[in-house]
């Protein structure tokens, strides 16, 4: 089972560049959240989605964009990289009813510079 | 505005000490409570909480969510250096929006 993919697992940007960090599951979950984890704090809500052509801002939407256009995609993108952008970025699915569970990607370490 | 909080922050013990960790929220429209354990990449799952005062246990971990209070705490006893790691709680509301505390991180000396 793959579970949630995400692609790249590193990534350096210049400031001023664009990125998308890529989140694919193949367990057909509605349900598709991004976070970002800064060092020694908890996971911040980005962006999430509750199903394909859905999606909704999180806690700390700025400076990223998402789209759903299938249920097994979830891509996060940045416009113009800003240093406070330098995270990592976690991409989490959720099947939904009582199966509450976030299944998580491994995780894409991001720095701006 | 919805919040998770955790508490404390920072934990150091021994081997061989019960450690609790805690997790209060204010949300709206809650579903479940999750606890995760997360060590050098993601979080994986510990526990899902729905219903107040039953206990949920994994070996030497338990959980129980009291949904007058709003918080649920996580236990772990006969600690050991394995059990080091970030832990985290996190809420699910209504349309599964799934909000995360900031985490507590527990250090377990031998």
């Known amino acids: 089972n793959a579970g949630v993919t995400q692609t790249p697992k590193f990534r350096i940007l210049k400031i001023g560049q664009s990125m998308t960090l890529q989140c694919t599951q193949d367990m057909n979950h509605n349900y598709m959240y991004w976070y970002r984890q800064d060092p020694g704090m908890g996971l911040k809500l980005i962006y999430y989605s509750v199903g394909a052509g859905i999606t909704d801002k999180g806690e700390v939407p700025n400076g990223y964009n998402v789209s759903r256009s299938t249920t097994e995609d979830f891509p996060l993108r940045l416009e113009l990289a800003a240093p406070s952008q330098t995270s990592v970025y976690f991409c989490?699915?959720?099947?939904?009813?009582?199966?509450?569970?976030?299944?998580f990607g491994q995780g894409t370490r991001l720095t701006v510079v | 505005e919805d919040k998770v909080v955790q508490s404390p922050l920072s934990l150091v013990v021994h081997e061989g000490d019960t450690v609790t960790l805690n997790c209060s929220y204010e949300?709206?429209?809650?579903?479940?409570l999750l606890w995760y354990k997360q060590e050098k990449k993601a979080p994986t799952f510990l526990f899902m909480l729905?219903?107040?005062?039953i206990e949920k246990k994994s070996g030497r971990l338990s959980s129980i969510l009291d949904k007058k209070e709003l918080f649920s705490i996580l236990n772990i006893t006969a600690t050991q250096t394995g059990d080091s790691a970030v832990y985290l709680c996190?809420?699910?509301?209504?349309?599964?929006?799934?909000?995360f505390g900031q985490g507590t991180r527990l250090t377990i000396n031998p």
């Open positions: 996190a809420v699910a509301q209504g349309a599964q929006k799934l909000v």
């Open positions: 949300v709206t429209n809650f579903r479940s």
């Open positions: 989490a699915s959720i099947g939904g009813g009582l199966h509450t569970e976030a299944f």
């Open positions: 729905t219903s107040s005062g």
